[in-house]
């Protein structure tokens, strides 16, 4: 039973170019959160899709950033025309419904963006 | 706007003493609880969690959490830690009935000396 797989690990991006960050969920959960950590900074939400649907993005930043959960295939986090401050662990995580006693998150080994 | 906050962001004990980590969170709403757990090179694990009920929780590996209400705290608990324990310890609140997302606070960092 695969967990929350998250692709690329490690992912390099000049100033300017597109980050695609993937996450596939478990199987059978159809939620997906994205959070961002950065040093000393926690975990900080930043968007919540159901399958097709954006629920909550209210932690997006308004410009660059964009996130899909289509009917087919993983998650997808968009980064457009990085930055140096955009560099950060990126984690998803899934659950089987909204969050409840039973179904907490479940979450990927994180791909971390370096922006040079 | 709805925080977490973790009092201490490194913590270090030898082996054998008494943890504890403090977790305050700002709604005054009905909320549900987390402690998550980061082992160095792993992804988050849930370490525990509370919704209702019995305001003392037992986690995994020993590890207890203490709800109080009044002092809108969820502070961690081990008496004897383990040189395994050493990860970074995360927070976590989720407003019920409000929305679906969880709020993380920073972290905490534990080292734990052999």
């Known amino acids: 039973n695969a967990g929350v797989m998250q692709n690329p690990r490690h992912l390099v991006r000049r100033r300017g170019q597109e980050a695609r960050l993937r996450c596939s969920p478990m199987k059978g959960h159809s939620h997906v959160y994205w959070y961002r950590q950065l040093p000393e900074e926690g975990l900080k939400f930043m968007v919540y899709l159901q399958k097709e649907n954006i629920i909550d993005e209210s932690g997006m930043p308004k410009e660059r950033f964009s996130a899909e959960f289509p009917k087919e295939g993983p998650s997808i986090l968009r980064i457009q025309q990085v930055v140096r401050g955009d560099s950060a662990a990126y984690f998803c995580?899934?659950?089987?419904?909204?969050?409840?006693?039973?179904?907490?998150?479940?979450f990927g080994n994180g791909t971390r963006l370096t922006v040079t | 706007a709805q925080s977490v906050s973790q009092h201490n962001h490194h913590v270090i004990l030898s082996e054998a003493a008494s943890l504890e980590l403090g977790c305050n969170y700002s709604?005054?709403?009905?909320?549900?609880l987390f402690w998550y757990v980061q082992y160095p090179g792993q992804h988050l694990q849930l370490l525990l969690k509370y919704f209702s009920g019995d305001p003392l929780v037992k986690g995994i590996k020993g590890f207890e959490a203490e709800f109080i209400k009044s002092k809108f705290s969820f502070n961690l608990r081990k008496p004897s830690v383990q040189w395994s324990d050493t990860a970074e310890y995360f927070c976590?609140?989720?407003?019920?009935?409000?929305?679906?997302?969880?709020?993380f606070g920073k972290g905490t960092r534990l080292h734990i000396l052999p």
């Open positions: 995580a899934s659950s089987p419904s909204a969050s409840s006693y039973n179904s907490p998150l479940h």
């Open positions: 976590a609140v989720n407003r019920r009935g409000r929305d679906d997302k969880i709020i």
């Open positions: 709604y005054g709403g009905t909320v549900n």
